[in-house]
């Protein structure tokens, strides 16, 4: 069984104890929508496992890494914006706003941005 962390936000909602907008799953990632969005399309794409920041990623997490990224662009397929464009965005630890210590990339999009990653 892949570890998961009984109090643990997003490990809850893969285990279907909090209810979430699901748009993509598959048996190493759950992708759903984020509940304060910030852009007209913004969905979190998280591992099944539980690991609380890219600084805790391991050579032996390649794989969940992978399947990460690879969701990305079917969950921007599924959104309708892989065309136009879209950003996945990772923060990792408290000084760059990791709220919840679950790995989860922020995808983006549905309108033109600007850089820092916000909309314009």
């Not at 910030?38 to 998280?46: A, F, K, Y």
């Amino acid at each position: 069984m892949t570890h998961q962390e009984p109090d643990c936000l997003f490990c809850r909602i893969v285990r279907g104890e909090i209810p979430a907008k699901i748009v993509y799953r598959n048996e190493h990632v759950v992708a759903f929508r984020d509940i304060s969005p910030v852009v007209p399309q913004h969905v979190l794409i998280i591992p099944v496992a539980h690991i609380a920041s890219l600084s805790d990623l391991s050579p032996e997490n390649e794989a969940i890494a992978g399947q990460i990224l690879l969701a990305a662009g079917t969950v921007a397929e599924i959104l309708g914006i892989k065309e136009s464009g879209y950003r996945l965005v990772f923060n990792s630890g408290r000084d760059a706003m990791q709220s919840v210590f679950h790995i989860h990339g922020h995808l983006i999009g549905g309108t033109p941005m600007g850089w820092p990653p916000f909309p314009l």
